[in-house]
Nanobody
Framework: QVQLVESGGGLVQPGGSLRLSCAASGFTVRYSAIGWVRQAPGKEREAVSC????????YYADSVKGRFTISRDNAKNTVYLQLNSLKPEDTAVYYCATDGSAWCYSAAYVSYDYWGQGTQVTVSS
């Protein structure tokens, strides 16, 4: 059974940092593309980042390029999203997701089959 569990969210001041974790079970992240998607209140889901299997190709939304970094720890079967230089507009619930594909379809893809429960990130002074 595919399960994804996010953690690491919280309240942070503008300019601060957080590291989100996505612990996977029921499949191996090494062989699957994993995406991070966020949703702010009243807004559509927005793809943030994705990491492909094998080649570790990564994709980022233009709004987070240079500030966020996606990575994977195969030994822990976990994917991370490092959030730096956070802005109030980064406030959202962040989800990790997968659909079993080895590749990221695009930087904007959000139609994954499996989702975690989400972790809240709030950027405020």
């Amino acid at each position: 059974q595919v399960q994804l569990v996010e953690s690491g969210g919280g309240l942070v001041q503008p300019g601060g940092s957080l590291r989100l974790s996505c612990a996977a079970s029921g499949f191996t992240v090494r062989y699957s593309a994993i995406g991070w998607v966020r949703q702010a209140p009243g807004k559509e889901r927005e793809a943030v980042s994705c990491i492909s299997s094998s080649t570790d190709s990564t994709y980022y939304a233009d709004s987070v390029k240079g500030r966020f970094t996606i990575s994977r720890d195969n030994a822990k079967n976990t994917v991370y999203l490092q959030l730096n230089s956070l802005k109030p507009e980064d406030t959202a619930v962040y989800y990790c997701a997968t659909d079993g594909s080895a590749w990221c379809y695009s930087a904007a893809y959000v139609s994954y089959d499996y989702w975690g429960q989400g972790t809240q990130v709030t950027v405020s002074s």
